[in-house]
């Protein structure tokens, strides 16, 4: 016998069943049917479920398409952005003809592809402190596969303002990390991650990288987690947390406690506060200093790179590792955006030109320096606009 855990009991069923199912459903769904804890009933209820995927991508696809194929009657989806050739690699949804369309409706064909029983509802936004509240009050079960932490912190209260489970994961590079957090029925978000990561301490997947096939994983127990919820059946990853290391292929499970005093999910939150990242603690490195920041930042267009280089200046490159393997402007030396931010990293009074992607972390690097005296100036745009003016043989990502 498993311990029973406080918040990892078994739940009953969050969706009532639906009609009787037909003679080809029974057949469609057989292997279902044949299954301790769901059988007939259960498959009803799945039928009857409305389960909204925050974000058609990575985590998206594979629940999605397991979600779909296991008959859930009504999928949701929100994604704001469109289907992008970096994107193939681990977003199983979309095919290479999807390349330049909404994610939204490359994901819609897909799951009709695997289910044309599924109501698939699109929501070709961006999930905002204004339309959240509205867009998921019509569902059962969350699923957030959100990529980034405004979102993240915006699904996390709209499901604690609404009482629905909230099926989650992050996956970075090889590891990833994943909960049902459920406001009071185990901890929320917040209660377990209540600090704000800076930008530079939480590498987005275009910037750290991805295993495709680990997102593929964790996408597919995110399907099982909304499964579960459902028919009521096994225990639900409620108060667990769940840490992947995909290299050691280890599974380790940590115990998370509703936090009495939490501003999100609480007896004493407020309950009409405006929802977004507000209550979260900002994380150590603030993305921009303050006081740096009341000073104009110099800019430099990629026009200007190659006439300030022949008058001695450097260009320096603040990207990743893994970026640059992908693509660089020729004569930039590499100093990654931590070496940079580090005052013991040496410079010296030469015109310093930084450039990163696309400019977050080279307006960072250069309000450091500059704040360290050093001249340094903006590559405004960053690569992805040396690559579209001066350069576009040269691949982006
Ligand atoms: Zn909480």
């Known amino acids: 016998m498993a ?31 044949l299954l301790p804890g769901i059988g007939e009933l259960g498959q009803r209820r799945l039928a009857a479920a409305r389960v909204l995927l925050v974000g058609a991508g990575g985590l998206g696809s594979p629940a ?14 929100v994604d704001d952005d469109v289907v992008d050739l970096t994107n193939l690699q681990r977003q199983v949804l979309h095919r290479v003809e999807d390349v330049g369309r909404p994610k939204v409706v490359s994901g ?29 009050a019509d569902y059962d079960v969350v699923i957030d596969g959100a990529d980034n932490f405004p979102t993240r912190a915006l699904v996390s209260q709209a499901c604690a303002r609404l009482g629905l489970p909230h099926v989650w994961a992050s996956v970075h590079r090889f590891d990833a990390q994943a909960s049902v957090w459920w406001a009071g029925v185990g901890p929320c978000y917040h209660c377990v991650f209540p600090s704000m990561p800076a930008p530079d301490q939480v590498p987005s997947c275009a910037v750290g990288g991805v295993l495709g096939a680990t997102v593929g994983t964790i996408g597919s127990l995110l399907a099982v987690e909304a499964l579960k919820l459902i028919t009521g059946v096994g225990e639900p990853l409620v108060g667990r947390l769940l840490v992947h290391d995909g290299l050691a292929q280890s599974w380790v499970e940590l115990p998370v406690r509703a936090e009495p005093t939490c501003p999100v999910c609480s007896p004493t939150a407020d309950p009409v506060r405006p929802l977004g990242t ?59 955006l931590a070496e940079v931010l580090d005052p013991t990293t040496p410079f010296g009074d030469e015109v310093v030109l930084v450039h990163c992607k696309s400019g977050a972390r080279s307006a960072r690097a250069v309000d450091a320096l500059r704040a360290r005296g050093v001249d340094a100036r903006d590559v405004r745009g960053g690569i992805l606009a040396w690559v579209a003016e001066i350069d576009p043989s040269l691949p982006t990502y």
């Open 3 to 33: 311990t029973p855990r406080l918040d990892g009991m078994p739940r009953p069923p969050l969706v009532p069943p639906g009609p009787e199912l037909d003679a080809r459903a029974r057949t469609r769904y057989a292997r279902h049917l």
């Open 64 to 77: 999605g398409i397991y979600l779909a194929a296991a008959g859930v009657g009504t999928l949701g989806l």
């Open 108 to 136: 819609r064909d897909g799951l009709a592809r695997v289910n044309d029983g599924v109501e698939v509802i699109t929501h070709a936004v961006r999930l905002t402190p204004e339309n959240a509240l509205g867009i998921l």
């Open 278 to 336: 507000t209550g979260f603690a900002s994380g150590e490195a603030p993305a921009v200093d303050p006081v740096v920041a009341t000073s104009p930042r110099p800019e430099v267009s990629v026009h200007e790179v190659e006439a300030l280089l022949a008058h001695g200046a450097r260009l320096v490159d603040v990207r990743e590792p893994g970026e640059r393997e992908v693509v660089r402007i020729p004569g930039a030396e590499h100093i990654p």
